[in-house]
C-alpha cells in the first residue's frame, strides 16, 4: 500500500495541472461557440468621413443585422494608418475586434524602417473590394489625352508638379510608378489629405493628381478638372468612356486602390469562418453593392488565402517601387 502512494500522487499533481487547463480549453470552446455574444469593433486607422470610413460603415451597418450584434467603427488615425493598426494588431484574439485598411498596409513595411507590430500580428479575413484612381489634371494644360500629358512633361523635365494626398500614400507611389514607366520628371507636393491636394489642383497650383471617382466627378463634370485615364486594368462601369492608363500609351501600368478586413494573428478558426461569412454575405448585400458602386468600386470578397497571395503581391510591387523612388519616412 505504501509503495502505491508516490503514484497516487502523481496522478494528484498530475489531475491538479490539466483541470485548469480544461476548463480553460472548455470556457474558449464556449466562447467560439457562442460568438458573437456582444459587439464587435471595427479599427479604421483614417479619420471620420473619408472613402474608407464610408465604406466601413456601410459594412458595419449590414453585418450588424445578420450578426445579430452591434458593429461599432472605432477611427484611429495617424501615422500613414500605423496607430489604429497597431492598435487592432494588439488588441485581443477573440474576433470582437478587426481592422479595415488598404495599400498602405502593404506599403508601409518598406516605408519605414521599424515599426511598432509584426508582419504575421494580423491574418486576412477577405479582400472587400477594388477601386481604380483617375489621373486628373488642371484643364489649362494642353493636354487632352494621356499620351499628350506625357510628351507634354517630358518637353519640361522638373517644371511640373503632382499632387498626393501625403508622403507614402497609393496616390503618391502610384505617380512614382506611373513616373518610371512612362520616363517622366514631376515634383511632388505632398498635403495632409486628398481634400488640400484637391483644392491646389483645382486652382491650379499642382498640374496632376492621383483622384478617386467620389471625390473627382463633380470636379471634372464641371470642366473644373480633365479626367485622362483610369489606372485600373480594366475600364470602370462608372466611366466606360474613360480608357486605362495601359490602353492610352502606358502599357502593363496597373494601380489599384482596395479595402481589406483582418483579425489579430491568434483569432480562433472557427471565429474567422464566423466573420468571413458574414462579412461575405454583407458585400453580396444590395446596400453594400449600391455603396461601393458610388466609389466605383467592385466586390472582391475573396478567401483567406488568396487575399494572403494578394497582399504578397502587392507587397513585392510596392517595396520595388519604394526603392527605386528612394522613399524613407521615419515614425
Wanted: hydrophobic share 45%.
Amino acid at each position: 500500500m505504501a509503495s502505491s502512494r508516490p503514484f497516487l500522487g502523481l496522478c494528484v499533481l498530475v489531475f491538479g495541472l490539466l483541470v485548469p487547463g480544461l476548463f480553460v480549453a472548455q470556457s474558449l470552446l464556449a466562447q467560439t461557440n457562442a460568438y458573437p455574444n456582444r459587439a464587435l469593433r471595427i479599427v479604421v486607422p483614417y479619420p471620420p468621413s473619408g472613402g474608407t470610413d464610408a465604406v466601413a460603415r456601410s459594412l458595419a451597418q449590414k453585418m450588424t443585422e445578420i450578426l445579430g450584434q452591434t458593429v461599432i467603427i472605432d477611427n484611429r488615425p495617424g501615422a500613414n494608418g500605423i496607430i489604429g493598426t497597431d492598435w487592432a494588431a494588439k488588441a485581443p484574439a477573440d474576433g470582437y475586434t478587426a481592422l479595415i485598411t488598404l495599400a498602405t498596409h502593404v506599403i508601409n513595411p518598406a516605408l519605414y524602417a521599424k515599426l511598432p507590430y509584426g508582419p504575421n500580428d494580423l491574418i486576412p479575413v477577405t479582400l472587400l473590394a477594388q477601386y481604380p484612381f483617375v489621373i486628373t489634371v488642371h484643364p489649362s494644360l494642353p493636354v487632352r489625352e494621356l499620351n499628350d500629358f506625357i510628351q507634354f512633361v517630358k518637353k519640361r523635365p522638373g517644371q511640373l508638379s503632382f499632387a498626393s494626398s501625403g508622403n507614402g500614400s497609393g496616390p503618391h507611389l502610384g505617380m512614382e510608378l506611373f513616373k518610371s514607366m512612362a520616363h517622366i520628371d514631376l515634383i511632388h507636393v505632398p498635403y495632409k489629405g486628398a481634400s488640400q491636394a484637391m483644392s491646389d489642383l483645382v486652382s491650379g497650383q499642382v498640374s496632376v493628381f492621383f483622384n478617386n471617382f467620389l471625390a473627382g466627378a463633380s470636379m471634372i463634370k464641371a470642366g473644373r478638372l480633365r479626367a485622362l485615364a483610369v489606372t485600373s486594368a480594366k475600364r470602370s462601369s462608372v466611366a466606360p468612356d474613360l480608357p486605362t492608363v495601359s490602353e492610352a500609351g502606358l502599357a502593363g501600368y496597373v494601380v489599384t486602390g482596395w479595402y481589406g478586413l483582418m483579425l489579430p494573428q491568434a483569432t480562433p478558426a472557427a471565429v474567422q469562418n464566423t466573420l468571413y461569412e458574414a462579412t461575405v454575405k454583407a458585400l453580396q448585400s444590395p446596400e453594400v453593392k449600391t455603396r461601393l458602386a458610388g466609389e466605383a468600386a467592385q466586390v472582391v470578397a475573396n478567401s483567406p488565402q488568396e487575399f494572403n497571395l494578394f497582399l504578397k503581391q502587392e507587397t513585392e510591387k510596392w517595396a520595388g517601387v519604394i526603392r527605386q523612388a528612394n522613399v524613407h519616412l521615419s515614425l
